[in-house]
Every structure is written in structure tokens, then in C-alpha cells.
């Protein structure tokens, strides 16, 4: 499906509201660790202030882009690094760009940056390609993989923070994105993607039914929309999900579905995030 700009950059400023009631409800501290690669709660929200600047130095002036991302480069980890190596290099750059920020500080930058991100979007229509660490996407695309990282790294919080997050039907978007990147979760790792694309039905937020691809297909998936999302963003083992899984394809690709560019990286193994 193909969103218009305006209702992904809806989606968008929804998902950051939910995770900003959440941080600043005072139910999570800054330093409260979280689950993923080391990082504590500021290492979170500094990730998504810090992206949401680069997305918008992509629409706004993609040569001061160019240079960040090049800034990024060479704070980087080598591309054969471990995961928590590769995200600690991450999170230090982050530090280093936003650290002298105050909670509260960065918290105002973090609204502040959304509202120029999505008037930047606005401001050029649904045409609209930039630059990105890949190369060359379309806006929207970019828009969407803005959502999906904040609902991933939102859930690290919220798992820290012990709060079960309202979902509702903008979900839709972060599943919609995985279902983009299956392909790149194999290739990403030099497997052939299967050929035979999964019948996926999930229940929805509201309790409607969500349905993708051909219902007589072999390869079956099914469950929750949530469920879904967490192992597609990698942030719960299938095995500790309801989903039922049907056929070695689909099982393949909800053991190394990846959304988050870069080299391969695995999931919690089971029971780790139950």
C-alpha cells in the first residue's frame, strides 16, 4: 500500500506522542537500562532525535546531510563488528552530538525536531526522493522506516520502563515495512530469498483482521499485528509470541527478519524478552 506524505507524517508525530507521554509521565528514568545492545533509556531517544535531524538535513540542505552522515562514518564501527559493538560506537556518536543537552533539554529538541521533519515533508510533496546512508529513497519510504525505528526503539523504553504500550492502527505501517525488507533480511545475509511469499493474517489493534499475500499459499503466518512487529523489529524471539508459523520459509524469516539497515544481526534468543 502507498501512503500518502501527509499520513505518514501523521502515523509519525502519533507514534513519537506515545513514546513521549511515556518518558516524560516520569515512569522511566534516563540512565534506566534497557534491553537492547547495552544502551540505557537516553540512548534511545538521543538515537531518535539524532535521525530525525539527519531525515530532515536530507530534505532541508543534502549537503550538510552528506557531511553528518559522513561524520557518522567516521565514528562508525567496522562493518564486520558485533552488534553491541557496532550500537555502542552508535550511541557514542549520539552522546557526542546531544550530550550536552539536559534531559529536559533534549526532550525540547525532540519536539522541536519532529515539527521541522514533518513541515520539511510537507513542504515537498509525495514526489519527493533523498539521499540516504543506502542511497537514493523515496520520502515516504523514509518517513515510514522513521516510524517503525521509533516504535522499535520506543519498545525498548517501554519494556524498561514496564508498560504495556496502546497500539492502534498505524501499527499497520511497521508491519508493512517488514513485510518491504524481507527480501534484504536474507539477502543481508547471503541466503536466497524463499520464493513462496507467506499468507499473513493478524489481528489488528481494534480486533479486525489484517490480510497480506495469497491465502492458499503453504507459507502461513498469523497472530497478532504486535506480536508480529516485535519479531519482525527483533525485539522478542518468535517462539515466545503467539504467532503460528507455517512452513520453513516463513519460519526462516521470522528467525532473521532485520528492518534495521546494516549488517546482520540476530534477535533475542528465546525467553531472553518474554
Not at 501512503?3 to 507514534?15: D, F, G, I, P
Not at 543534502?62 to 552488534?83: N, Q
Not at 546512508?133 to 515516504?140: H, I, N, T, Y
Not at 520506543?154 to 518491504?180: C, H, I, P
Request: glycine share 6%; proline share 7%; aromatic share 8%.
Amino acid at each position: 500500500m502507498t501512503h500518502s506524505t501527509a499520513t505518514v507524517c501523521e502515523n509519525l508525530r502519533a507514534e513519537t506522542q506515545a513514546l513521549r507521554a511515556l518518558v516524560t509521565s516520569g515512569a522511566v528514568h534516563p540512565e534506566t537500562p534497557t534491553a537492547f545492545m547495552g544502551w540505557i533509556a537516553r540512548n534511545s531517544i538521543d538515537h531518535v532525535v539524532m535521525v530525525d535531524r539527519l531525515a530532515t538535513l536530507a530534505i532541508t540542505d543534502p549537503a550538510a546531510a552528506a557531511a553528518e552522515r559522513a561524520l557518522f562514518g567516521k565514528h562508525s564501527a567496522p562493518p564486520d563488528a558485533a552488534p553491541p559493538e557496532r550500537f555502542g560506537v552508535m550511541a557514542a556518536y549520539e552522546t557526542m552530538r546531544l550530550g550536552l543537552l539536559s534531559w529536559e533539554q533534549l526532550l525540547a529538541a525532540w519536539e522541536i525536531g519532529l515539527d521541522q521533519l514533518i513541515a520539511a515533508a510537507l513542504a515537498v510533496g509525495d514526489e519527493a526522493r533523498v539521499e540516504w546512508f543506502a542511497g537514493s529513497m523515496r520520502l515516504v519510504s523514509l518517513l515510514e522506516a522513521r516510524q517503525m525505528e521509533v516504535w522499535a526503539y520506543g519498545q525498548d523504553v517501554f519494556d524498561a520502563a514496564g508498560v504495556s504500550r496502546a497500539e492502534a492502527a498505524r501499527l499497520r505501517t511497521v508491519v508493512e515495512f517488514a513485510m518491504k525488507v524481507r527480501g534484504f533480511s536474507f539477502t543481508n545475509r547471503g541466503e536466497p530469498v524463499p520464493p513462496v511469499k507467506p499468507y499473513v493474517t493478524l489481528v489488528a489493534p481494534d480486533g479486525s483482521q489484517w490480510e497480506w499475500n495469497d491465502p492458499a499459499s503453504p507459507e502461513q503466518i498469523s497472530g497478532s499485528a504486535r506480536d508480529f512487529c516485535l519479531v519482525a523489529t527483533q525485539r522478542r524471539h518468535v517462539d515466545d509470541t503467539g504467532l503460528a508459523v507455517i512452513g520453513a520459509g516463513a519460519r526462516r524469516w521470522m528467525e532473521v527478519s532485520q528492518c534495521i539497515a546494516g549488517s546482520p544481526m540476530d534477535g533475542p534468543p528465546p525467553r531472553a524478552r518474554p
